[in-house]
C-alpha cells in the first residue's frame, strides 16, 4: 500500500499567516492527489485535484503543487472560515490512501 | 449543485448487519463511479469500496473484504453499503463520495458498533 505521510499533524496560525502542508508519498503516485478540508459535522470539501488543479467555486488563496512523491498544499492568507483539518489522498495506486490529517488551529 | 445524503447509520450489536443508502441528486448518477469512504473516531479517513458505473466492477479495501457489499440503483439514483458481521472497529462516521478521486461527499452518517 502507498504511505501518505502529511505533515505538520497540528499547526497554529494567525488570520492573514501563509501556511503550506506536505504530504510525501512512499512512491510515485504521478499528479494523483486531491486536497480535502473538513470541518466537524460538515461534508469534506475538496480543493485541488490533480494536485495542483483549483476545484471549482474554492477561494484562489488555495493552492496545490507538486508530483512523484512530494505534494504541498498552500494557503497564501488565511482566513477565519479556513480553520477546519486537512487531509490528502492519492488516488494512483489501490488502495487509495489518506494522510493522517492537519488540524489547522486560530493562534 | 452536487448532493449526496448518507442514511441507515445506528448502533449495532457486534456481529449485526446494516444496510446504508446513499440519495444522489445534481449530476447524472450512473455515468459516475461511486465510492464509499469511513472515519473512525480521532483516525483519519480510510477509503472503502468503489464500484462502476454499470456495477459491472467493484473494489473493496482489504479490512471490509467479505463483509461489505457495495452496489447501486442508477434508476433511483443510490448507492448502498451492505455491511455483516459488524465489528467494534467498524465504528465509524460512514461517507459517499462522488467518483474516485472523491470529487464530492455526503455528510455521513454514524455506524457505532457496540454490545
Known amino acids: 500500500d502507498i504511505q501518505m505521510t502529511q505533515s505538520p499533524s497540528s499547526l497554529s496560525a494567525s488570520v492573514g499567516d501563509r501556511v503550506t502542508i506536505t504530504c510525501r508519498a512512499s512512491?510515485?503516485?504521478?499528479?494523483?492527489l486531491g486536497w480535502y478540508q473538513h470541518k466537524p459535522g460538515k461534508a469534506p470539501k475538496r480543493l485541488i485535484y490533480?494536485?495542483?488543479s483549483l476545484q471549482s467555486g474554492v477561494p484562489s488563496r488555495f493552492s496545490g503543487s507538486g508530483s512523484g512523491t512530494e505534494f504541498t498544499l498552500t494557503i497564501s492568507s488565511l482566513q477565519p472560515e479556513d480553520f477546519a483539518t486537512y487531509y490528502c489522498l492519492q488516488h494512483n495506486s489501490y488502495p487509495y490512501t489518506f494522510g493522517q490529517g492537519t488540524k489547522l488551529e486560530i493562534k | 449543485q452536487v448532493q449526496l445524503v448518507e442514511s441507515g447509520g445506528g448502533l449495532v450489536k457486534p456481529g449485526g448487519s446494516l444496510r446504508l443508502s446513499c440519495a444522489a441528486s445534481g449530476f447524472t448518477f450512473s455515468d459516475y463511479y461511486m465510492t464509499w469512504i469511513r472515519q473512525a473516531p480521532g483516525k483519519g479517513p480510510e477509503w472503502l469500496s468503489y464500484?462502476?458505473?454499470?456495477?459491472?466492477?467493484?473494489k473493496y479495501a482489504d479490512s471490509v473484504k467479505g463483509r461489505f457489499t457495495i452496489s447501486r440503483d442508477n434508476a433511483k439514483s443510490s448507492l448502498y453499503l451492505q455491511m455483516n458481521s459488524l465489528r467494534v472497529e467498524d465504528t465509524a462516521i460512514y461517507y459517499c463520495?462522488?467518483?474516485?478521486?472523491?470529487?464530492?461527499w455526503g455528510q455521513g452518517t454514524l455506524v457505532t458498533v457496540s454490545s
Open positions: 512512491q510515485g503516485i504521478r499528479n494523483d
Open positions: 464500484i462502476s458505473t454499470t456495477s459491472g466492477f467493484t
Open positions: 490533480a494536485a495542483s
Open positions: 463520495a462522488r467518483d474516485l478521486a472523491a470529487g464530492y
